[in-house]
């Protein structure tokens, strides 16, 4: 791809962008709020800083003021990683000029940049505009560009400012935000048309919401008796998926909203077999053997890492467990009863997940005996009267897995020594602080690698890395690795005043966003009990 030239992106006249008060924010205005949200903890500060910025924001603005306060590119990855950061050595603007939208255009275009020479032609792109950027407006998009932006202006605090800015209850920004999860086009719609606007955001079959996420229980009979009557389900150990069927067309999203229905073809293809035209389905995606025996988690995983795998490498099935939509009917607020009725009736018993229905301890433990004696993970324990709480970590589903897990983010990796010379090896375990949006070590492993892991995290770190200090090449937080451990024991070593017992990798998670990672608390529930 030929890319424009750096001349294409030069800055309007600031008497043009002012004509019918059409003045779109500069990037000094997002640095300095940014600045006064990194200055304070208090919660209230931080909304009000975002709300005065609201206030001054053209339409357009507002989802790309959203992202970048929350630290993120609109476009995703972008392919700017810390080394092309870190060498741009273009000298700061005497004065702000850059607006966002400018910005948000030229990040546009990288994201697309492909083929050959589109390296320096990006370089030279990005020269181009911090050179026209002040210093402290150099420095944010570098923190911006490498994941470094974590002052606090999180999902759940900017929903709040939204709200407020937009003055309908924070409430109705969640449930358009469950609908339609994109803060920023959420936030435009709010600010535009309110709550009315907002209450027009449903689920739509084709676009994907986010999942019901689960919390953990210690056993099967704490989880019955926590929960009342439930539906007790196995839980398989395959990777998430929601599937979107309108007639001949199938799309199929992994929990993280990403498109993979190309290389699921073959679950596309069960899924037209069913009986309903119009329908959106929730569960999960496994590799088995030919005797059908779940096969190891890493080779489902591997039908996910390779653009044009071939299905006959690594055959999936499909298990579902829940159904969100079907024959044009919205079903996530109907209660879970209902919902597994409808799942019933459309989903053929063979690409079910096996469960039972009810409250009794010693069934539940029966069902999860049997659902590890077929080498599964455990179990789910899920009120019988629930609706569906897409994107929370709702308190009527509980999970529970004999075997103490966490999904930890990567937060550094150490450089082997030995056998393991010239590869990443140590990994810096740590979970997510729901306060602050920080990530708080935990402990480190290299326990549980294989060589073609180690190949793997080696290449995959490397792409991540911020800096360096020694033989510890730190990462941008975002890639989740699923370790099994012994205990949590208590540490001065770390601020979060725990560590884990003799941690082990069990599996990287490239399906799950660091947003989804165990968080504190969960793990101090676990340290306590």
């Not at 909203?257 to 069913?274: I, P, S, W, Y």
């Not at 999970?399 to 810096?428: C, F, M, Y």
């Not at 935990?442 to 060589?451: N, S, V, Y």
């Amino acid at each position: 791809m030929q890319l424009p030239s750096p001349d294409a992106f030069s800055p309007l006249p600031v008497a043009i962008l002012h004509q019918n008060g059409l003045m779109a924010l500069l990037l000094s205005d997002i640095v300095e709020v940014s600045s006064r949200i990194a200055g304070t903890r208090k919660r209230t500060e931080k909304i009000a800083a975002l709300v005065d910025l609201f206030a001054g924001a053209e339409e357009a603005d507002v989802p790309i003021m959203v992202a970048m306060l929350s630290g993120a590119v609109r476009q995703g990855k972008i392919g700017i990683g810390y080394r092309a950061v870190s060498s741009i050595g273009a000298e700061p603007a005497a004065t702000p000029a850059v607006t966002i939208v400018e910005v948000d255009e030229v990040f546009a275009v990288l994201a697309d940049a492909r083929g050959a020479g589109s390296q320096a032609d990006r370089q030279n792109l990005l020269t181009d505009l911090f050179g026209r950027c002040t210093a402290p407006e150099q420095g944010f998009l570098k923190r911006l560009l490498v994941g470094g932006i974590r002052q606090g202006a999180l999902e759940g605090v900017m929903t709040d400012a939204v709200a407020a800015a937009a003055g309908v209850p924070a409430a109705t920004v969640r449930r358009a935000l469950m609908m339609l999860p994109d803060l920023g086009r959420v936030a435009a719609v709010a600010l535009a048309g309110g709550a009315g606007s907002l209450a027009g955001i449903g689920l739509k079959v084709l676009r994907p919401i986010q999942p019901m996420l689960a919390k953990t229980a210690a056993s099967a009979t704490a989880a019955v008796e926590a929960e009342g009557l439930s539906s007790v389900e196995w839980k398989l150990d395959g990777v998430r998926i929601q599937v979107h069927r309108a007639g001949s067309v199938v799309r199929i999203y992994t929990r993280n909203l990403n498109d993979v229905t190309e290389r699921l073809a073959d679950v596309a293809e069960v899924v037209l077999g069913f009986g309903s035209e119009q329908v959106v389905l929730d569960g999960e995606v496994m590799s088995l053997t030919a005797d059908n025996e779940p096969r190891a988690f890493v080779e489902t995983m591997s039908r996910f890492g390779t653009e044009h795998r071939d299905d006959e490498d690594a055959p999936v099935v499909p298990f579902f467990f829940d159904v969100l939509h079907e024959g044009g009917r919205d079903l996530i607020d109907l209660p879970l009863s209902a919902r597994l009725g409808v799942l019933d009736v459309v989903v053929p018993a063979e690409y079910r997940v096996t469960r039972v229905i009810t409250d009794q301890p010693d069934q539940a433990e029966r069902t999860l005996m049997e659902a590890r004696g077929e080498g599964h993970e455990g179990i789910m324990v899920k009120r019988l009267d629930s609706s569906y709480e897409a994107g929370r970590r709702g308190a009527t589903w509980l999970k529970v897995k004999p075997v103490h897990t966490l999904d930890l983010v990567v937060l550094a990796v150490e450089w082997g020594s030995g056998r393991r010379q010239g590869w990443l090896s140590n990994i810096h375990l740590g979970a997510r602080d729901a306060a602050t949006g920080e990530f708080v070590m935990l402990g480190k492993t290299f326990k549980g690698m294989t060589d073609e892991m180690l190949e793997w995290q080696t290449e995959r770190f490397l792409g991540l890395e911020t800096h360096r200090e020694g033989q510890v090449v730190y990462v941008h937080p975002e890639q989740v690795v699923e370790v099994a451990f012994d205990g949590i024991q208590a540490s001065s070593r770390y601020s979060g005043g725990m560590a884990l017992r003799f941690a082990r990798v069990k599996s990287y998670r490239p399906d799950k966003p660091a947003r989804d990672a165990d968080t504190l608390d969960a793990v101090r529930a676990i340290f306590e009990e």
